[in-house]
């Protein structure tokens, strides 16, 4: 599935390694010849578990980080707390991580200090999307609102200017289409945001197939590589869109929606049946609960500092 | 499943209404006649889905919201943090939550702290067990350390005159069987714990059977409700359980053990297939994550107060 | 220095007692008879020492808590974070604490979600300013930009439908005159904000003289109490004030102030002299660090619970 | 006031510059030829009041941070919370930090997490007791005890493998004295300490005189500097000190003492008059709040991002 290198620039991609600082890795992914795929992560134990399954970056997103804590995709999550969440994935795994960071918290000083505190916790990328704050999900059934470009530009410019890795990837998002602009106006925000500094465009559609993505890719002026959200229209081969000149696909909410699937069905079970009988073969040992968090880690250290465990 | 009356005591429970307060919902479960079921919980959603399920009470587990976080359950989230997240759970539910508070942070004055905050954010009861602090999971193959009595019991003392509502629940958990003591140091705790002012008495055993419990169970003075954990044991009925006067039972790890069978399949899954083909149709969608987080209320209420969507 | 009766409507106020909810506290300050006096502070150990100089409610200001932190009185800082910073300040003073919350954090149901967790912290009542978010410290030199009553009276509707305690206080701040509006403009806000649910009105001014603040209360329509926040015009007697029907002064900034003074001063003379020669006369001693957070109780539980110190 | 250089071992200090990593700063002022002079911090704002001054390098106390919270000196913030207070210091300077980390907050285990998160967050070194967690300070008329010299040398261990920076500074701060064992323990501990990998030692003495400080300091192999804190034997001149062979010099307390004076006499005499009449005469301004926190550059951003004020 090779990216069509004319799309990405002049941009010339080292090899990647597990070495790289986390924001060039980042800038591999999504910058390079290959294909970038980014799996969804809501909490450090969803960014292992993807990190084990194999992918290279990974998603933050606000709608499953959110959803976990109970609440809207409406920043009812302060950016602090998101960013205290997100510092534990970092923690947790060793591969870049893209964070959703909404319309960006507020102006251009918030969302700078956002980035700069975000650089300082080991976030390689943020993803900003042009809406008011508060947003709201695109999937919401609700008007949405855009930014104008003059403020939304203020807040990528200032990003850039604040980030402290030169390699920190600040991905502008359009929801133009979502709010049911056309693409003309479409293409004018992109085009604005890659002026403004933005090292990529992820260019959003809540269709339920690819036709905007596609229409949108073919008119771009391929100054800064696309990144796209295939959830609503997922049944389009991943093809289609890297030969249109998508650079990168995000998996965004996969993850949580498959915990949540499993969860009530467990749950839904022991609550019935007032045991745990037959519970034990449909879920995972303790064992590997342990293994996701390293505990034979801190056995062998307690050994090796204290001298005995 | 009835709870042998004579084994709760002289306590006669009214009956159970959502408009009590979570404390006292929290104390009739536990000290009531009928059988207590807790569910665990380890963030918002997952407790919610443990309420739409139809139980009445949670378990916040630290084992299952340390890993969830990416840790060791030995501590290594601060006490501040793990209210920060149960707050998350509060929020979401209606009903009363059991709070796993490991071996209480610190010494008697650090828990009393613990338990006022708790209470003012809206914890129904907590749960402390008789190791050191830092404590590490009664699984971890490793040397596990009991407190002094007197350490223990002077936790219980403060927490008990520290508490906000009068009907907040203290259950002090031994680990005397954990470490390999025998029963009659169990029992020895478990009468100086009540004695000292515990609500109910947790004995934590790691059998692949219920003999350790029963045996407790038989000795028992019945002055305060038994609360168990057959996580190793899952194969023992639960009337077998509650027949010997086990008071309430707690599901302690279950949900998460769920969630991360399923996100590792899907996650896995994506990944080789580099595409969402067929993924829909084995998650829940996001129709379902809006439903469970009341994103129509959030729609009705932007009507109701700003006059538009 | 009686307030007028009059002007504070029908509220006729029960006797204040140390036993009253903090809530009730409050609303009996604001809007009692008696002229009611706010101290700022803006952490706990400046919140004690207001109450231990006699002090009945405290101001909990955005410009000298941000300040303390090294941040603009720009929203730089998040709600969850200065909300953990007032709830210290609640733990340590028995006396209600009117909060600074800007413009609201964002739109109606930010705030709403902010006035339920600030009453489950013990925070007495919020002061909510007719601005956008972020705000701006009014004192700055630059633009500063109104909400539309409809968004701002949105906000306080739902803060009201949101609040935990029924006396809990929505002190409804009009910068109106400060971005230069006029009288005019300034009564239909504050008509506007009382008849959306507003507890009291605060009128701001940052003219040197009290004129502005004297024709508004000429005019209000005595329906809510009024407050103000005589900075800049510090120089105008109290009872001027009163007497024009101001029911509430808040000294919004002055501890802070007090202190940056005197830690120049010290500060300056350590680092010229190299050492600690004649400091400990002009500062006040640790025996008085220890008194002001209550180390003698901490002591005195040690032996009580533990059984030795 | 030139430091001793054989005291100081084989260190060869390179020119200190505002360029350095912070944690190399630090190093060079407790490892280099010249005196070290640590001013006390508790806020941001003091913070820069402190680098403004003059001083290089701060000391982040957990005393003052604490008072300044409201609470005692015994743990009662968690380290997350600490570490959250000293990241707003660290952002508002440009001179190191180093952070008293108390007993270390637990086990090895708990101490390197720290560390972790502290490099992170641009701490540039921590100084560690060799009491029991909770600890409580040193100057409470309480019993003090010892930490094992295993369990504490096992946290110096583990802090040294676990520093991000290879500069970063580990102080290892004996309270031998301080619990009233004699000097030779004291100087067992102190060499124990160095062995495991300690960068520097505090020596603690709660004596009036610097009798205890300078008997150490005769004996001392001179492997690693010797920091002090004359809070007691604040009589003593910095030079005997020096002399004697003394590297650092902490001014532990000074600003928060300066503070609580300053507060509590300009709130007496507001809350006696019942107006603002004199006092800003003896408060800094608000244009001065404004400098120290940085007003004028958020509003020439706001001009050069958004293209208007």
């Known amino acids: 599935m090779p990216k069509d290198h004319s799309k990405s620039g002049t941009y010339t991609a080292p090899p990647i390694t597990g070495h790289l600082p986390l924001a060039t890795q980042l800038r591999h992914i999504i910058c390079g010849p290959e294909t970038g795929f980014l799996m969804e992560a809501h909490n450090a134990l969803s960014a292992r578990i993807a990190e084990n399954a194999g992918f290279k970056a990974l998603w933050a997103s606000s709608l499953t980080i959110s959803a976990s804590m109970g609440l809207r995709d409406a920043n009812e999550l302060t950016w602090t707390q998101s960013l205290d969440l997100i510092s534990g994935m970092i923690d947790a795994v060793g ?54 470009v003059n403020d939304f530009c203020a807040k990528i410019r200032a990003a850039k200017d604040n980030q402290i890795h030169p390699d920190f990837m600040l991905v502008a998002r359009t929801e133009a289409l979502v709010v049911g602009a056309d693409l003309e106006e479409t293409l004018v925000r992109a085009e604005a945001y890659y002026e403004a500094g933005a ?69 839904a079970r022991i609550f019935k049946q007032q045991s745990l ?25 307690t050994k090796r500092y204290q001298g005995h465990s």
């Open 95 to 148: 591969i870049p991580i893209l964070m959703d960071a909404d319309s960006g918290y507020g102006d251009f000083n918030i969302f700078s200090r956002f980035v700069r505190k975000a650089g300082e916790r080991g976030v390689a990328g943020v993803c900003i999307e042009d809406k008011l704050f508060p947003k709201i999900n695109s999937f919401a059934k609700t008007e949405q609102h855009l930014a104008s």
């Open 199 to 267: 090292d990529a465009i992820l260019v959003h559609s809540k269709s339920n197939t690819a036709h905007e993505i596609l229409a949108f890719a073919d008119k771009w002026s391929n100054k800064a590589p696309i990144v796209v959200v295939p959830t609503t229209y997922a049944d389009t081969p991943t093809d289609t869109l890297t030969n249109a000149g998508v650079s990168t696909l995000i998996w965004a909410n996969h993850s949580l929606r498959a915990a949540i699937r499993s969860m009530e069905d467990i749950t």
């Open 277 to 301: 009988n037959g519970i034990d073969a449909d879920v995972t040992s303790i064992e590997d609960v342990f293994s996701l968090t390293d505990m034979s880690e801190l056995i062998a250290a």
